[in-house]
Structures are given as structure tokens and as C-alpha cells.
């Protein structure tokens, strides 16, 4: 269930916040205390619940952007298509405007940092800094490949498990998803390859599994042209601290493309969580926490004069 919406006069006050742009509506979620972090999910299409870091709330400021195209009165005329790297930065501009602080930082996970990296290098002047998680310079065939060379060692690890099928199963059926219950339950099935180690800990992880929702974003712009991505000539030149973080057994994203954006980017940080695939932040909470405060304080002090 979603939580209820209330009218709020201040922009950050606890809780869930909706307004109007474009004829759509935009909604977005606080909680916690502290410096400003704006934290834009995955997917695209997978609902921002999966990313609520309850650690980082103890000391920042968590506003988890619901990214248009997930409820109905927030999807494009052209939906499910349209939903381009622009488009959404463009939405994330008037958020973090209507946040009243002078400069944010901005968490992407997963597609939502393919997001924020976009976001950093044409809208910077919002940022104080930038935190790049499970994310990677490129999409397209080169990524497609790392990632069926990442699910083959999977598969060859846990090759005697009988959850692998489906896991592979998953896998080969998402290329031909076309509805929102085709993108969920592939979402839900190709969720243990995202862990270090589900299987191990399934009692643990599996609820996080079983509550999943998604609904199907094309990845095409209106026209129908993929939104193709390669940052790696401008990233040499993003201009804003930026901190990469990645787990050592991410599949989809992995410790390649960790390392990879580390080299491009002037003067980032880099976090390789050794004990986790592509949900760091539920594998490993505290350290993952850790770095990300220290990296919001540090960058706060460094850009503003004060924690």
C-alpha cells in the first residue's frame, strides 16, 4: 500500500508529497534527519520502496523520488515510452527545486544512476555532489555482454541450487516483456542473482523479493529509439564530487563498471562492498551507510561551509 498523502507546507516534512507538473503528478517521499539526499530508484519502472536505507535516515535527510511512469496519474501520453534520461532529470530539476535547499545530493541506483550521472552533468549547479550506485558509463551490447559473462559465474556457482532455473529463466524472458506483470515477475525472479548470496539467507531477503512491484517503461523515447547511453568522454569532466559504489557480486552492474567510472571521474571515491551484489545498501546497511554520510558531510563542509 502506498502511504497516504497529506497536504504539507513544508516541502521536507515527514512523509509522502505530491504536486502537479506537466499534467502529471509527481510524488516523492521523506524521512529521516539531516543534510538533504535525493535518492532516485531503479528499473526503470520498479517502485522506490526496495531502496529505502533506514541507517541513512538516522542521519540524512532521504527523499526517494517516485519516478513518473509508476503510478497512473504520472505516466506519459506516450507511455510506456518516453521515459528518456532527460525527461527525468528534467522532473528530478523541479523537485529538487521545490525542496527550498540550495544544494542536494543525489543517490541513483541501478538505471536511477544512469539517471543521476545525467542529471550531474547537465544540472550540476543543484548539486553538492553525486553518488553513482550500481551504476556504469554505458548501456547497450558491451554491457549486455559483462552481464551474460556475470550471470554465467553465477549460474556456474550455484549450479546444483534448484532456484537457479527460474533465476535463468527470468533472465531469458526479459527482452519480451510488454506488460507490468511481465516486468514484475521477472523482477521478482531474476532477484536472487542481485545478492551476494540469497539462497543463503533467503529468511532474510525474501520478503524484500516478495514485495517488489513494477510496472513495464519500454527504455525507448517516444519516437521508439532506444535512449542509448555512453557517458565515458563527458564523465572525464563532471565538475561535482562524485562517490562510486558497487558490489563485489553484482551481476547486472558490477565491480567492472565500478572501477570504470572511478578512473573517468575527477577525484571520485570508490566503495567496493565485498559482501554484496546489487542491493548493497540491504546486504551490507551499516557500511554502505558509513561511506555515504561520510561523503555528504565531507562534500557539505567542502561546498557549503557547514555539516
Partial sequence: MMNPTVAHSDPLSPGTHTYELAGLVQRYHVHGNGPVCVAHSGGPGIFYEYLRMPV??????????????IA????????????????YSSFLES????????????????????????????RSEQLAGVIL???APVT???????????????????????????????????????DDEQTEAVAKGVLPSY?????????????????????????????????????RAALKKLAIPALVIVGRHDVICGPRWGLELDDLIPDSRLLV??????LGHVEEPQQFADSVRRFVLDTAVARNGAA
Fill in 195 to 231: 545478492f551476494a548470496d540469497f539462497w543463503d539467507n533467503e529468511e532474510q531477503y525474501g520478503p524484500l523479493r516478495d514485495a517488489i512491484r513494477a510496472v513495464y517503461i519500454s527504455g525507448l523515447d517516444e519516437d521508439l529509439t532506444p535512449d542509448l547511453i555512453d557517458d
Fill in 133 to 135: 550506485y550500481e551504476g
Fill in 72 to 87: 497512473q496519474d504520472s505516466r506519459l501520453p506516450s507511455h510506456p515510452h518516453g521515459y528518456t534520461r532527460e525527461r
Fill in 56 to 69: 541513512l535516515e538516522e542521519h540524512l535527510t532521504m527523499v526517494y523520488v517516485e519516478p513518473i511512469g
Fill in 273 to 278: 562492498l565485498e559482501n554484496s551484489g546489487h
Fill in 140 to 178: 547497450g551490447p558491451e554491457h549486455g555482454a559483462e552481464a551474460g559473462r556475470m550471470l554465467e559465474a553465477f549460474a556456474s556457482k550455484h549450479s546444483g541450487h534448484p532456484g537457479l532455473a527460474g533465476v535463468l529463466a527470468a533472465f531469458g524472458a526479459m527482452s519480451s516483456i510488454s
Fill in 95 to 122: 523537485l529538487i527545486n521545490r525542496l527550498g535547499v540550495r544544494k542536494v545530493h543525489l543517490l541513483g541506483h541501478s538505471h536511477g544512476a544512469f539517471v543521476a550521472a545525467y542529471h550531474a552533468l547537465h
